[in-house]
């Protein structure tokens, strides 16, 4: 696609509940990454996948949230029994083949728990 | 461990007139990449330019250019003939050159007068 697109755009939840957020990255993207941002802050790094594999997920918080790439396309984040302080926008970026380029952002998913 | 600092949480500048955000950052590493994004209100971050830590010459695009200090540390981004458009969080970022993991300062809010 044109861009990278993530769905849903807004996702409201209670405590306890299990959520998925998707990734579509950039078509030929090999490399994947999410990020948290809590309300006003920068994003912060939770993982980074090239192709199919995580190759660093130092990212994540805690067993709760979990992350696939199954055919090294789109990506799903997966949070086991939300809890308020997940509340936070998920962003997610590709970049052609890794550290050398540049991260497209998609425009993120508001994820409020109640 | 690498840090980036943002000093100035929200600054605002006359339309047509040119304003200067500042970053600083924390680093051992030689080399390295620097960024600066925009996030307007859809959520999109935007990459405006980027600065990579081994050439001397700031980098420019358009109205946006930088001023890169290696020694002190600091990276900031002037914008000239301010536009409406140009209204939005700004996030200076930074990025080893062998790593994906993008590091993000907590942000400045430019808000452009009319």
């Known amino acids: 696609g044109a861009g990278v697109s993530q769905t849903p755009s807004n996702k409201v939840t209670e405590k306890g509940k299990y959520v998925e957020l998707r990734c579509d990255p950039i078509s030929g993207h090999t490399a994947l990454y999410w990020y948290r941002q809590s309300l006003g802050q920068g994003p912060e790094f939770l993982i980074y996948f090239q192709g199919t594999g995580a190759a660093d997920d130092s990212g994540l918080p805690n067993d709760r949230f979990f992350a696939v790439r199954p055919e090294g396309s789109v990506s799903t984040l997966k949070i086991q029994r939300t809890e308020r302080g997940d509340s936070a926008v998920y962003l997610c970026?590709?970049?052609?083949?890794?550290?050398?380029?540049?991260?497209?952002f998609g425009p993120g998913t508001r994820l409020t728990v109640l | 461990a690498q840090t980036v600092t943002q000093s100035q949480p929200e600054m605002s500048v006359q339309e047509a007139e040119t304003v200067t955000l500042s970053c600083t950052y924390d680093t051992s590493e030689s080399d390295y990449y620097l960024f600066w994004y925009k996030q307007p209100p859809s959520r999109q971050m935007i990459l405006v330019i980027r600065?990579?830590?081994?050439?001397?010459q700031n980098a420019t695009e358009n109205r946006f250019s930088v001023n890169f200090q290696k020694a002190a540390k600091s990276f900031s981004l002037k914008i000239s003939d301010s536009q409406l458009g140009d209204a939005a969080m700004y996030f200076c970022a930074y990025r080893r050159v062998s790593y994906d993991k993008v590091i993000f300062g907590p942000g400045t809010s430019l808000s452009v007068i009319p």
């Open positions: 600065q990579e830590a081994y050439k001397q």
């Open positions: 970026a590709s970049s052609l083949t890794g550290p050398l380029d540049t991260q497209y």
